[in-house]
Each structure stands twice: as structure tokens, then as C-alpha cells.
């Protein structure tokens, strides 16, 4: 449950506490079965864990921080006034909430999260026991819900410090973060009781990739075209992890999961719990991590180390998905590490292309401003090459191939802006959606107005991708913001629409657009929206299909997220800040066309 952490040669700088996750389990808690997220699971996931996450940044953002002061949350009721009223003392706040933390009883914690899990849920089978708790697969107890999930049931009793606490929260924001791609098993909602916290998860069945790796065949025959999307999985989340500014610091085989048991699977990430958020040229000064998997700079960690060691961690795994051996191993394992000379010729590199060679050695680069970084990973040649040879007379796939990674996209948008996205895409010329409208045609069904589940699912296998049902389930419980379990013409457009183009393209007619918005909620035209003024905004108003109060909460959460200044308005700056989005954002994630996966069936 709790990652590894390692405590030689303590350096004598100030040493950033690296705290031990509680979300972490061993590979197998959530890995039994690839399902999907649920509309009302995706809801509640947004809790007191969530930053309403936003799509992939451009460049390097800041570190999610939380709110002024420490959370409460860990301490009991009685004590809290008392310790708010310190407040204007954070260092004298924080030293007294950290020890009445510590003299605080595990029915006491708050998390403030939903205390609903007993009425949306029905416990099953054990999956796997450790020392953080238990994970169980769980049924939803309302039957319509379509959902295989996992759960993973931590006592409060290991939540003893004001750190647990934090971190417990902490890991919990890095999943919502991560929410929009498919390449992360995916974090459905927390609840909590007097007892527990329990952490709904995505249930694959698949394994992780170490133990399949070790029931293989022996590495010399495997096909570097299927180790190639392996790595471009790893890879581009990897990417996406260092965008948001989340080191994962445990990046190993046994960490990434396969959504089923076909060789086609998709890998996803799993386990936060020695993650961290770092800002601009913030470093790590503890050793943690696995130790076969360690960067040389962690090993020194008195000069610190950023995000090139999980680069380095990615080098060990495409070594070892090549060669069946790690780098390094056996006694003296860090002298290792720091000067042994790495073997790419022994066998069986015999028959290892030079270009995958090159890219083993491009990651595993003792010096960290040398090393490659993800982005520069993804592009390199022996993966660039892998990724052309795709069967003779392939088509091309809808969209150019970039169909799913839109679709991933947008799903990291919050309801809010999604909203405001399908409100636009229902004003838009017929010129700018004329190739959706066409692909939209074709899905469905003599022409009606709204497609189900088996209309999308067939029209991505026909238009070249390759999903699981259950992410393709995932996909469209996002994109039908009405929750009617139908997709509309216009929620398509929405989630499809390369609004990057248009807004560098055309950008007097997107300002005209956003402002046309913004003006039908400005109702007293003073510039400034307040909440009741969003709550006009469709799925947000009043709807039979839809529960209010959930929707309610979520746009008290989108309101505070677009409200920049925090003045308690959102004005006309803020609100086209809200809805701009990087040029081709969309290439930071997965392609999932069949083509590039077709060398694992």
C-alpha cells in the first residue's frame, strides 16, 4: 500500500518530506476488469479531492495548491473554531493542527466527502488484501448503471498524521487531474464513512505488465513493433503527467495495468502514492521509488532531481520489455547505477534494432539535462517508424486519427466549460462543422437527431479505432452532458471540434461567438456573471433527466475555477480565458487507431 521509500545519506539541505501515499495498493487491487465511468460517478468524484481539471497546459503550470492553510478535516469537530481563529498565524496554525491531528480519533477525520456509498453500492468479492486495506470488486446498486468497478476500502486508522491526511487528499487531485485520458485507470468517486474512505475505482482484468511480461515468451522473441506500443503507451502518459507537473516517482511494469486480457489491451497508470506536484524549478531532496527502477540522481539526492528521473525509470522499463533483464540488478545495486557501463550488446541485443537501442540509451542518461524527455521520447525515430508500419491498404482513420485523442480531451474539460463549448457549437455556420455534421449522418440511425452506445461504438471500430466497451461507455457518459444516455448533433460537435483552429483562425468570429454567450447569461448587463447566472446554462437549469444538486455542486466548483481574481464574479476576460485552448492540445494523448495497435493481435 504505502510506496517504497528509501532514507540513506540523508542530505544535509532542507529536505522536502516525501509522505508515504495511501491510495497505493499492489497491482492487482484494480485489475480485474476494464469498465467505463458512469455519469453520476463522475459527479462525485469531484469531492473535496478535486481541481476541476482543465485540458492539458501548453507549457509548465503551477503546482495545484491547496486552499490557505491546512484542512481541518483531520482534526475533531470540537477543536476546529478554535484552530480557524489561527489563521493569521500559518506557521502557529499548522504546528497545532498537525499535533491535534495526531491526538485525534479515526471517526472523528472528515474528508468532506459524500457519505453515500452504502445506498450507490453493493461490496462483492475480495480482490486483494495488503496492509492499507482491502479491495473488493463492487456492483452498483442501481441495476440500469452498466458498471464493473473495484473498490478499494482504506480504514481511517492509517490516516495517524496531518501529512497521511494530505497526501490521501493529494493523490486523490493527481487522478481527477489525469481524468481525461484513458492511459490512467480511472478514479470513478471517493466516499467516506465514521470507519473508512473508499476509492471506486476502474476494475482490469488484464494484470499488470510485469506479470504478463514474465508469462511470456522469452524476451528475444518478442516483437519490437508490440514492445514499441507498449512504450508509446507509457510514454504519452507520462507526458501527460509531467504537463500537468505531477512527478509520479514509481514508475515501473508493475504499475501499469491492461485493461483486459487480449494482447491488444491498452496499458494504464496506477498508483499516485509517491507522486508529487512540483512548480518551476522545484526538486526532490529523499530517496524513494523501487530501487531497480532509481535514477542516478536520486541516489544523489543531495543536489536534488526533478521530472528527467521518471525518464529514466521508462528507460529501465523499455530495457527490460527488450532484453528480459533489468539494467542493473544483483549486490551493490546503487554503484551500479551510478557507474556501471550499460550493456546493449550481449545477448539478446544481438537482435535489437540500432534505433530501439538508441532510444534505450537516449533514456538512460546518467546526466538529466541530457536526457530525454517524454515529448522528445514519443518522436523519436525507432517509435516514429514502429508507428508508420501499418498494414498495407490500412484506411486512414476518421479525423486523420485524431478522433479519440479529441474526444480524450474534451472529456478533461469540467461540465461548465463543456456546456459553454455545445452552446457555441449550436451557433456555428454550417462551413465549420460540415465534416462533423457528415461523420454524425452516417452514426446514426435513419437520421435521428441522437445516437445510443451501439451507434458510437460501431462508428469508432468503422472509422479506424480501437477501444474497449467500457472506455467507449467512458467516453460517451461524458459527452452527454444532459445524461439522458443519448449524444446529440451538437454535444458531437462539441467534443469533436478542433476549437484550437478556430480560435486561432478565425478569431473574430469566435470572439463574436463567446461574447453572444456571455451576453444571454449577463441578464442585468453589468459584465460579470454571477453563479445564479450560470445556473441558466443547459445541463446546469432545472431538467427531469438530471439531478439538480449534483449539478448544482458541480458548477460551484467550475464557478470557483473560472473566477480567476476571485472576486466572486466571472467577467468577460475570464470567461474567454475559461474556454481557450492550446494549438493541437489533443496530440497529448493516445491515438488508439486500430492500425498502431494492430501488431498485438
Known amino acids: 500500500m504505502l510506496s517504497t521509500v528509501r532514507t540513506m545519506r540523508r542530505p544535509a539541505a532542507r529536505v522536502r518530506r516525501v509522505h508515504r501515499g495511501l491510495l497505493t495498493g499492489p497491482p492487482h487491487a484494480v485489475s480485474r476488469r476494464d469498465r467505463d465511468r458512469d455519469r453520476d460517478c463522475d459527479r462525485e468524484r469531484t469531492s473535496s479531492f478535486s481541481r476541476v481539471p482543465t485540458a492539458p497546459p501548453p507549457v509548465p503550470v503551477p503546482v495545484p495548491t491547496a486552499a490557505a492553510g491546512p484542512s481541518l478535516g483531520s482534526v475533531r469537530r470540537a ?22 491531528s495526531f491526538f485525534t480519533s479515526p471517526s472523528e477525520i472528515d474528508f468532506q466527502l459524500p457519505r453515500t456509498f452504502d445506498r450507490k453500492y453493493r461490496v462483492a468479492e475480495l480482490l486483494g488484501e495488503g496492509a492499507f486495506g482491502r479491495v473488493h470488486r463492487v456492483v452498483p446498486v442501481d ?10 476500502i482504506i480504514p481511517k486508522q492509517r490516516v495517524v498524521t496531518l501529512q497521511d491526511y494530505e497526501a490521501l487528499q493529494q493523490e486523490g487531485r493527481m487522478m481527477v487531474l489525469l481524468g481525461g485520458t484513458l492511459n490512467v485507470v480511472h478514479f470513478f468517486g471517493a466516499y467516506e464513512d465514521d470507519d473508512s474512505v473508499y476509492l471506486v475505482m476502474e476494475h482490469c482484468v488484464g494484470g499488470d505488465a510485469l506479470a504478463r511480461l514474465e508469462q511470456s515468451e522469452p524476451s528475444a522473441a518478442r516483437d519490437e513493433a508490440l514492445v514499441a506500443v507498449y512504450m508509446a503507451d507509457i510514454l504519452h502518459v507520462v507526458w501527460q503527467c509531467h504537463l500537468l507537473r505531477i512527478l509520479h516517482g514509481d514508475l515501473k511494469l508493475e504499475n501499469f495495468l491492461f485493461a483486459d ?3 491488444a489491451s491498452p496499458l494504464k497508470l496506477t498508483d499516485f502514492g509517491g507522486a508529487s506536484f512540483l512548480g518551476d524549478g522545484e526538486r526532490l531532496f529523499e530517496i524513494r521509488g523501487t530501487p531497480l527502477y532509481t535514477a542516478p540522481e536520486v541516489l544523489q539526492a543531495e543536489a536534488g532531481y526533478s521530472f528527467p528521473s521518471d525518464m529514466w525509470s521508462c528507460g529501465v522499463i523499455l530495457y527490460r520489455l527488450l532484453s528480459g533483464r533489468f539494467p542493473f540488478e544483483g549486490s551493490l545495486l546503487d554503484e551500479r547505477i551510478l557507474l556501471e557501463a550499460i550493456d546493449v550488446e550481449s545477448a539478446p541485443w544481438g537482435t535489437v534494432s540500432a534505433d530501439a537501442k538508441h532510444l534505450v540509451l537516449g533514456l538512460l542518461e ?45 472529456r478533461s474539460l469540467n461540465a461548465f466549460q463543456q456546456a459553454v463549448f455545445t452552446e457555441i457549437a ?12 457528415v461523420v454524425f449522418s452516417e452514426m446514426s440511425r435513419h437520421g435521428a437527431a441522437e445516437v445510443g452506445l451501439r451507434e458510437f461504438a460501431a462508428c469508432l471500430e468503422r472509422g479506424g479505432y480501437r477501444l474497449t466497451h467500457g472506455e467507449v461507455k467512458s467516453l460517451l457518459s461524458r459527452l452527454d452532458l444532459d445524461g439522458d444516455g443519448l449524444l446529440t448533433r451538437d454535444e458531437f460537435c462539441a467534443a469533436l471540434l478542433d476549437w484550437s483552429v478556430l480560435q486561432r483562425e478565425c478569431p473574430a468570429r469566435w470572439h463574436a461567438l463567446v461574447d453572444a454567450v456571455f451576453d444571454e447569461l449577463d441578464r442585468d448587463r453589468d459584465g460579470r456573471l454571477a453563479l445564479d447566472d450560470l445556473a441558466r446554462l443547459a445541463p446546469f437549469s432545472e431538467s427531469p433527466r438530471v439531478p439538480s444538486l449534483s449539478f448544482r455542486s458541480d458548477l460551484r466548483r467550475c ?36 492500425a498502431s495497435h494492430s501488431d498485438r493481435d
Open 261 to 263: 486480457e487480449h494482447e
Open 366 to 410: 546518467r546526466d538529466p539535462a541530457r536526457r530525454l524527455t517524454a515529448e522528445q521520447a514519443l518522436q523519436h525515430p525507432w517509435l516514429r517508424r514502429m508507428a508508420a508500419a501499418a498494414p498495407a491498404g490500412a484506411p486512414t482513420p476518421l479525423l486523420n486519427g485524431t478522433m479519440v485523442q479529441r474526444l480524450q480531451l474534451y
Open 79 to 100: 477543536w476546529r473554531p478554535m484552530l480557524e481563529r489561527l489563521g493569521a498565524f500559518p506557521a502557529l496554525q499548522r504546528a497545532a493542527v498537525a499535533a491535534a
Open 426 to 437: 449550436r451557433r456555428l455556420p454550417v462551413d465549420a462543422t460540415r465534416e462533423l455534421v
Open 143 to 152: 441495476t440500469r448503471v452498466d458498471l464493473d468497478l473495484a473498490v478499494k
Open 559 to 594: 464557478f470557483r475555477h473560472a473566477d480567476l481574481d476571485g472576486d466572486g464574479a466571472i467577467d468577460r476576460s475570464e470567461f474567454h480565458s475559461m474556454l481557450h485552448i492550446q494549438l493541437r492540445a489533443y496530440e497529448h494523448f493516445a491515438t488508439r487507431t486500430a
